[in-house]
């Protein structure tokens, strides 16, 4: 699934591709939101960790990642 992570004064947002379900990312974000964290920690699919400050946070978006199509189309 895809992360998009936007950071307060910074024009371009953090992209990840995560193994994690959007519920558990959502848990994540809600948590670091909450207090509980300060901050927000996402683990992509190659193992890598993305580590954002959670009072830089401006917004998360998770959504299905995109398929990529590999071929060529004949009509």
Do not use: C, H
């Not at 024009?11 to 959502?26: A, F, G, H, K, Q």
């Amino acid at each position: 699934m895809e992360v998009k992570i936007g950071v307060a004064e910074t024009p371009r947002e953090i992209v990840l591709t995560s193994n994690e379900s959007p519920d558990e990312v959502e848990a994540l974000v809600s948590g670091a939101l909450a207090g509980k964290s300060e901050t927000l920690t996402l683990t992509d699919d190659k193992g890598r960790k993305v580590i954002v400050p959670t009072a830089r946070l401006a917004y998360v978006e998770v959504g299905p990642a995109d398929q990529r199509r590999v071929g060529f189309d004949v009509s």
